[in-house]
């Protein structure tokens, strides 16, 4: 079942321990069969070693198991949400990167300091509130994807322009059209939070960069009037 979309999310699984995105078995990535409702996701606490396309588990929305052996990750149901919620993103990545993960812990966004961060996100990688007791307590997992869209939804955010998130005292989250571009977005969000965190050593009053810098770099690539690379 589904054995192109396992190929892909197993490929986007094992970019995480050769990017350096994640230590032992943190980290899952996730990618969606729109057209079949059904999500191919990295079971809980498995070795990247030992990780095989077969071993990956299929779900659907409500996530109940279609298909497979071991259990799906634990954040599984963060990843549903998302789906739910966001018909255009294909794909679903969280980490505990550690620079992107070190911002969620001080509970704060990342500023648009430069166009590498322009390129890709538009406007500050925002971090979510915290969680309630009570969110913790009921259904932690969900609850985190519900804060996500709740963040997105109060400062009018689109999920397609600005790819990822901080979840407060935990790490990030991010996605894209599919697997592979979501993975994409979570190295490129690394190399931003370090960047960032540098930017506020040298300068602890750096400004966040010219309204139309941000611009300029993130509607070259992306939109109606994109000119940046080569047209797919
Ligand atoms: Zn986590």
Request: aromatic share 10%; net charge negative.
């Amino acid at each position: 079942m589904l054995e192109e979309l396992r190929e892909e999310v197993y490929r986007a699984n094992m970019e995480l321990p050769a990017r350096r995105l994640v230590t032992y078995t943190w980290g899952n990535v996730s990618g969606i069969d729109r057209e079949q409702g059904l999500v191919v996701i990295k079971p809980s606490g498995l070795e990247y070693e030992a990780l095989t396309p077969e071993k990956l588990v299929v779900v659907d929305l409500e996530g109940n198991v279609i298909e497979g052996e071991l259990r799906p990750s634990s954040d599984t149901a963060t990843h549903l949400q998302l789906y739910r919620a966001w018909s255009g993103i294909g794909g679903v990545v969280h980490t505990h990167s550690p620079m992107a993960a070190s911002w969620a812990q001080a509970r704060r966004d990342i500023p648009l300091y430069g166009t590498t961060h322009a390129d890709y996100f538009y406007g500050p990688v925002p971090c979510a509130r915290d969680l309630t007791p009570q969110e913790i307590e009921a259904a932690y997992e969900k609850e985190t994807g519900k804060v996500i869209l709740e963040t997105f939804t109060e400062r009018g955010l689109d999920p397609v322009f600005t790819p990822a998130v901080l979840c407060a005292s935990h790490g990030p989250f991010a996605w894209g059209r599919d697997a592979m571009q979501a993975v994409y977005h979570a190295v490129v969000l690394e190399e931003v939070a370090q960047m960032a965190y540098r930017t506020e050593q040298i300068n602890p009053q750096a400004q966040p960069a010219q309204t139309a810098i941000q611009d300029k770099h993130f509607y070259r690539k992306h939109g109606a009037h994109a000119y940046y690379g080569q047209r797919e």
